[in-house]
Structures are given as structure tokens and as C-alpha cells.
């Protein structure tokens, strides 16, 4: 009997983890799509309130950006777009991060050689829980190489 109730306090743990990493989940992929808008509309309040203060990127131009002085600072807001579009391919959630991988279609329209082109890359975001909100930490992103 004893070992029934180990077993059944076992099974209803990992059940409520999983349900809470499934809820965590579609708040970290919600969260994924409020950026992309916010981007798009170069809506600084917002990143604001998604970006952790030391949010460090390893960009596709191949420059690591790290926090400036204001959100304005950054490339992202800089650089205008006709389209960004995110697809989320894996979510992993673990003791208060959140890893995000997956690919984007960025089509520029500030960029004399990439104007009206369709840019595919990889990418990888990494959150964390600070104070009970999810906070956007670190990210790489890069530009998928076309096939000869």
C-alpha cells in the first residue's frame, strides 16, 4: 500500500509539472509574438517591458549588441521591415528559463543589399523568470546561407 501511494504522489507530480510547463509554454510562445509585433511596430514601451536590462544579442550581422544606454540604442529599432514572421519549433522550460529555438522570414526595406529580399534565419531566445515575469535575457540569430 505504501508503495501505491509513492507511486501515485509521483504520477501526480509530474503530471502538475507538466501541465505547468505546458501553461508556461504557450506564455513564453505569446510572449515570442508580442516581440515580433512590437519590433515591427518599433514600439520601444513594449520591448521595454519584454527585455531583461542586460538583454544581450549575438546578431545575423554578426556583432554582439550589448545594452546601451536606452532601448532606442538598439539595431532592432533602427532598421525598418515590410515582414518578420516567427515560427517556434521547440520550447524547453527549466527552473525559471525558457528556451525558445526556431526560424524566421525577415523581408528589410532599409537595407541597400538585402532591400525587398526574403532573409530566412535560425534563431534562439532565452528567457527567465525575474521577479514573477518572464524577461527576455539573450538571443542569437543567423542567416541562413543559401545552397549553391
Same mark, same amino acid.
Given at each position: 500500500? @505504501? ?26 510562445? *505569446? ?12 514600439? *520601444?514601451? +513594449?520591448?521595454?517591458?519584454? !527585455? ?30 515590410? *515582414? ?5 519549433? &521547440? ?13 524566421? +522570414? ?13 532573409? @530566412?534565419?535560425?534563431? +534562439?531566445?532565452? !528567457? ?5 515575469? !518572464? @524577461?527576455?535575457?539573450?538571443? &542569437?540569430?543567423?542567416?541562413?546561407? @543559401?545552397?549553391?
Amino acid at each position: 500500500m @505504501k508503495k501505491l501511494l509513492i507511486a501515485f504522489a509521483l504520477f501526480f507530480s509530474a503530471a502538475c509539472l507538466n501541465a505547468q510547463n505546458k501553461e508556461t509554454e504557450a506564455t513564453i510562445r *505569446s510572449l515570442e509574438q508580442l516581440e515580433v509585433q512590437a519590433i515591427l511596430n518599433k514600439d *520601444s514601451v +513594449t520591448l521595454l517591458k519584454l !527585455w531583461a536590462k542586460d538583454y544581450t544579442v549575438n546578431s545575423p550581422d554578426n556583432v554582439v549588441v550589448i545594452p546601451g544606454q536606452t532601448t532606442l540604442d538598439r539595431p532592432v529599432l533602427k532598421r525598418a521591415r515590410t *515582414s518578420f514572421a516567427r515560427e517556434i519549433e &521547440h520550447v524547453i522550460i527549466k527552473e525559471g528559463f525558457a528556451i525558445v529555438m526556431g526560424n524566421e +522570414t525577415v523581408v528589410p526595406v532599409d537595407d541597400p543589399l538585402k532591400e525587398g529580399q526574403v532573409v @530566412k534565419r535560425r534563431f +534562439t531566445n532565452i !528567457w527567465q523568470q525575474q521577479d514573477g515575469v !518572464w @524577461k527576455l535575457i539573450a538571443r &542569437h540569430a543567423n542567416i541562413i546561407c @543559401k545552397k549553391d
